[in-house]
Nanobody, 130 residues
Framework: QVQLVESGGGSVQAGGSLRLSCVADGYTYTDYCIAWFRQAPGKEREGVAAINPGGSSRYYVDSVKGRFTISRDNAKNTLYLQMNSLKPEDTAMYYC???????????????????????WGQGTQVTVSS
């Protein structure tokens, strides 16, 4: 059973930085792409960034490119999201999830996995004030 524990959120002013962490358990962490998702109040949950099992390929949605960096530590089953130059529109609850479509590389439709995944963690809240 997949278990995910996110942490590292907080309240910052625009332009600030935060580093999120996600500890994953209950599946073979090194077999799958894993991603960060976020959900703002009144909006659907959306993909933010994904990383392949080895950490060599990273994918970002346009709104965070150049500001966010996704990384993973396979020895610790831990996923990270370094968020710099934060904007008020980044305010959301952030979640991680393994993309269990397939083993290996991230599928081109990794962000769409949000519709299928069910074992979400509690998330971590990020609030950015202007």
């Amino acid at each position: 059973q997949v278990q995910l524990v996110e942490s590292g959120g907080g309240s910052v002013q625009a332009g600030g930085s935060l580093r999120l962490s996600c500890v994953a358990d209950g599946y073979t962490y090194t077999d799958y792409c894993i991603a960060w998702f976020r959900q703002a109040p009144g909006k659907e949950r959306e993909g933010v960034a994904a990383i392949n099992p080895g950490g060599s390929s990273r994918y970002y949605v346009d709104s965070v490119k150049g500001r966010f960096t996704i990384s993973r530590d396979n020895a610790k089953n831990t996923l990270y999201l370094q968020m710099n130059s934060l904007k008020p529109e980044d305010t959301a609850m952030y979640y991680c999830a393994p993309v269990l479509f397939q083993k290996g590389e991230c599928a081109s439709g990794w962000a769409g996995y949000v519709k299928f995944f069910r074992a979400w963690g509690q998330g971590t809240q990020v609030t950015v004030s202007s």
